[in-house]
């Protein structure tokens, strides 16, 4: 089977490649492969359609994919000499092939021309409040002063006594990003200490709890976790709100537009399924 598949992408490079030979007479040739011409314009749409990850590497590789290219239109062209295309397995798999894409086809022509209209986003907006909700949330900073062992009540008190000392430079006037870069055990430290914004429960409890009863520009006291001790101060506090619409507008329209072509889609299925005679024996799927 994985022979098969390796036989059925050669051959649909080299379909694309030979079809984009038409659309694009006009651009320079990249290279030719016994008279077969890869023109800029091909080898640049192959390319656009690999995913996204695959793009960014190939773009530095440009020589090594124009090669895999190349190799696919040999094998294709020595496959065909020795009529491959005529092997029962390829018939088979190119028929179930052309089956499928022949269905994807139908169904996006059927989808194509369902719209979602403003009001409609408008209206869903206002009957789903609920999933548009911002929730409270604290841009803070901390300093972890870690206990490797938690049982150990020697680690304990020396971790407690670090803490405190650095708490008091803090009150003293010690600044917090500084302190927290030269003694934090976190990997926030870095970066003076900051965890951004975050929502209620995002942190385990005693943090949470801490974080969220200081007022910004606050330090707390030393507050003990399961990962050691931390000083946390706040920087910023915001209430818990609503998503303005136009933020959501398009994001709740794909949802809407996907919604509506899967029922289009099922409707026009059902439309057939009425229409058919379609035999099932229950019995094989038990």
Do not use: W
Request: negative net charge; hydrophobic residues 40%; charged residues 35%.
């Amino acid at each position: 089977m994985r022979k098969l598949i390796a036989v059925l992408i050669i051959l649909l490079v080299a379909v694309n490649v030979a079809y984009a030979e038409d659309k694009a007479e006009d651009s320079k040739t990249l290279a030719e492969i016994n008279g077969v011409k890869i023109t800029v314009a091909d080898f640049e749409s192959e390319i656009a359609a690999l995913p996204a990850n695959y793009r960014s590497v190939i773009n530095t590789h440009k020589k090594k994919f124009l090669d895999e290219i190349i190799f696919s239109e040999l094998l294709y062209q020595e496959a065909a000499l020795k009529g491959v295309d005529k092997d029962p397995e390829v018939v088979e798999a190119l028929e179930k092939l052309k089956r499928k894409v022949m269905a994807q086809k139908l169904a996006s022509d059927v989808m194509k021309d369902v719209q979602v209209e403003d009001s409609e986003i408008e209206q869903y907006y206002k009957d789903n409040k609920g999933k548009f909700v911002i929730p409270e949330q604290v841009t803070a900073s901390h300093i972890l002063i870690k206990v490797d062992d938690p049982g150990d009540p020697e680690q304990d008190k020396e971790a407690l006594a670090e803490a405190s000392e650095i708490l008091a430079k803090i009150k003293g006037g010690g600044d917090f990003a500084e302190l927290a870069r030269e003694y934090s055990a976190c990997p926030s430290g870095a970066k003076g200490g900051s965890l951004d914004s975050f929502p209620r429960g995002r942190m385990v409890p005693e943090f949470d709890e801490a974080v969220f009863d200081l007022k910004p520009g606050e330090v707390s006291g030393v507050v003990k976790t399961q990962f050691g001790y931390h000083i946390i101060k706040v920087t910023e506090k915001q209430a818990a709100g609503e998503e303005p619409f136009d933020k959501v507008k398009e994001s709740i329209r794909q949802e809407l537009q996907q919604k509506k072509q899967k029922g289009a889609l099922e409707k026009y299925a059902e439309g057939l399924k009425e229409k058919a005679e379609v035999k099932i024996n229950e019995g094989l799927l038990q």
